[in-house]
């Protein structure tokens, strides 16, 4: 899986990137009630523009991204930076953003001790089967209880499995997060001619924190 992402983005095979903010977060963000000055986490983050709509809010934002040209890329269409070394991470700071560049997985609470909330647009849909329980599971072990965050999946036609993206129903985001989270469905997308259609959800950290792993 690693490896394969790396390529995608080596070979452009990007076709998941926006060229602008996702009207999703816009219409759908304000109304979590996340306070100003809260740091918003975006796993697997890409060059995503909604990074920057979640600074201009007024959010710290924490992306994490395995592909270092995806960093380089969002970086480089945004001005002065700095670049540093944390533990498994090569992380470039720019305002109010921070990418992280390495596994999500290596991502763990003492680095996580500011944040408050997140925002998955294409984390959950980039995982095959296997991984989305682990992703949901760490997930809520980064997020302190009341986190609030927004998750964009993706749902297509039942018998095509194959991806990245992958299709996510919607009983299957219940049950990979209604343990840890209450999980609330706001909406659901029209549908593309290719036949994927998204959905919305909103979701609130329950407490405690959830075992450690």
């Known amino acids: 899986m690693n490896n394969e992402w790396i390529s995608r983005w080596r070979e452009g095979r990007i076709g998941f990137h926006r060229d602008a903010e996702h009207p999703a977060l816009v219409r759908h963000w304000p109304a979590l009630g996340v306070e100003p000055g809260t740091k918003v986490l975006v796993p697997l983050c890409g060059k995503s523009l909604d990074m920057r709509w979640l600074a201009a809010q007024m959010h710290p934002v924490l992306g994490i991204e395995l592909a270092s040209l995806a960093i380089e ?46 925002y998955d647009r294409a984390a959950l849909i980039a995982l095959p089967p296997a991984t989305r329980q682990r992703y949901a ?27 990245p993206p992958y299709s996510v129903p919607a009983d299957e985001v219940r049950e990979l997060f209604g343990a840890n989270f209450e999980v609330t469905h706001l909406e659901d997308g029209e549908p593309e001619d290719s036949g994927w259609q998204e959905s919305v959800w909103s979701l609130q950290r329950r407490g405690p924190r959830a075992d450690r792993e």
């Open 137 to 163: 599971f760490h997930l809520a072990q980064l997020m302190p209880p009341g986190a609030r965050g927004l998750l964009i999946s993706l749902t297509r036609a039942p018998g095509d499995d194959a991806g």
């Open 73 to 118: 890329q969002f970086v480089a269409a945004g001005g002065e930076s700095s670049r540093y070394r944390q533990g498994d991470f090569e992380i470039w700071r720019q305002g109010s953003i921070e990418l992280w560049c390495g596994d999500f997985f290596h991502f763990h609470t003492q680095q996580a001790a500011d944040l408050g909330a997140f």
